[in-house]
């Protein structure tokens, strides 16, 4: 907390300085972040950099994110230059990264409604099909020590651990388990592949960011997240609620010549519903536990049955 | 319904309330405040819905969970995960939309196609 007071007084520059091996850091200012890291944004010599630092008291780290973004940027995935890695470094105190600052914009109602994105919102949807694309050309192996848990498993896990019975939720947990995709590549996954978490310029696609929940398991999870109801925020197209399973699927196959399997990409999609209701049941128990009291937390709690509702939409489509 | 109490109704005090923060209170804030005071007023929307919607929503769920032949959601839950559902989930699904739109239409009624 004593190297926090200083920073304010020059310090945490003059350290961050030493790291980039810039003459002089200017204008370090603090963004509101996650749970987990503090985001702050900076000058260095002339450039605007943002650092990533893991919070005092979390035990976290910043895990591979640093060699993940790396080799995304390797495999032509636009995303922010990676300046420093800091994972292993103590100079900072804490586990930090540098990256180069990227312009864009990240609010998904921004990027659907407003005038600066008119261009942008015709090709977002190629885009992300191609950044998609380049991320699963990296193989399983490329970084390693990546998680590779079986998501159904997984959230299986934390829904029994919540221990709020959703009897939708179960005939999704039943129907997904007896549908699993076949023959699914391992690839590099990048996690959390949405509108919200990418930058978009007047061009389209700036940056893919938040790359934390990278994993080794089926590509079609990415696609299939970015097409799940919550991530289109209330627009009417399936991808990022602006563009079409072809635009996606068409640039996906243009870079990978793999041409995405609707009934695959539509199984991840309901199990990204599932997991986005376990989410918000999870926020809705952080704040009822008093893990984190706050409101926000709690109204999360009535979302949970937005995606029972769509899974009953999905699931009597799918046992026809 | 409000006996013994006086006006303002329940409902009423919820609309006071948000009219105040509507008003008032949004007036004098911005960026990450404003989104949470945004996010209390829709919290007292789904209250006052509640309140108004909420009885016969209960009794359509119980009555759901009796013509499938269980107490609870718990228990219902347990049976599907067991598998006894599991040549009948049309039916299944069918009988639970009703209940789940009830949620809907309390918590988020812009979000029923």
Redesign the interface.
């Known amino acids: 907390m004593a190297k926090l007071g200083m920073a304010s007084g020059g310090e945490l520059e003059h350290d961050i300085a030493r790291v980039m091996n810039a003459s002089e850091v200017t204008n370090l200012r603090r963004l509101?972040g996650g749970a987990s890291r503090e985001t702050w944004m900076l000058s260095a010599d002339g450039n605007d950099y943002v650092m990533q630092r893991v919070r005092a008291g979390r035990p976290d780290g910043l895990g591979l994110e640093p060699q993940v973004l790396a080799a995304a940027h390797r495999a032509g995935v636009p995303v922010p230059e990676l300046v420093v890695d800091g994972s292993e470094s103590t100079e900072l105190e804490r586990p930090f990264m540098i990256v180069r600052a990227v312009q864009g914009e990240s609010i998904a109602r921004k990027i659907q409604r407003d005038e600066e994105f008119t261009e942008a919102r015709g090709v977002l949807a190629s885009q992300l099909g191609a950044a998609a694309a380049r991320t699963h050309q990296i193989s399983a192996d490329e970084v390693s020590g990546l998680n590779q848990s079986d998501q159904l498993t997984m959230y299986r896990n934390v829904m029994d651990e919540l221990g709020e019975?959703?009897?939708?939720?179960?005939?999704a947990?039943?129907?997904l388990d007896?549908h699993r995709p076949a023959h699914a590549r391992q690839t590099l996954v990048h996690g959390d592949f949405r509108l919200g978490n990418v930058l978009v310029g007047s061009q389209g696609l700036a940056a893919v960011l938040d790359w934390e929940l990278a994993h080794v398991g089926d590509p079609m999870e990415d696609l299939g997240w970015l097409c799940v109801r919550a991530w289109r925020f209330g627009g009417a197209h399936p991808v990022a609620g602006i563009g079409s399973y072809e635009q996606l699927f068409d640039a996906y196959e243009s870079v990978s010549g793999v041409r995405p399997d609707f009934d695959a990409v539509r199984w991840w999609e309901v199990l990204g519903t599932l997991k986005w209701g376990i989410i918000c049941i999870n926020q809705a128990t952080t704040h009822l536990r008093g893990i984190s009291r706050s409101?926000?937390l709690?109204?999360i709690g009535?979302?949970v049955?937005?995606n029972?509702?769509d899974l009953?939409?999905y699931?009597?489509e799918m046992?026809? | 319904m409000t006996a013994p109490h006086d006006r303002p109704t329940a409902s009423e005090l919820l609309q006071a309330v948000k009219e105040w923060m509507e008003q008032d209170l949004m007036a004098g804030v911005d960026g990450r405040l404003a989104f949470h005071v945004r996010v209390a007023m829709n919290m007292l929307d789904i209250v006052d819905r509640e309140i108004t919607l909420g009885a016969p929503m209960e009794v359509r769920h119980e009555e759901v969970l009796r013509g499938l032949g269980v107490a609870s959601d718990a228990e219902l839950s347990h049976k599907i995960r067991m598998g006894e559902w599991d040549t009948d989930f049309p039916q299944l699904l069918e009988a639970l939309r009703p209940v789940v739109e009830d949620k809907v239409r309390v918590a988020n009624p812009k979000y029923l196609r």
């Open positions: 509101s019975p959703h009897p939708v939720f179960e005939i947990f039943r129907w007896a409101h926000e709690a109204a009535r979302r049955c937005e029972e509702y009953i939409e699931l009597t046992v026809k």
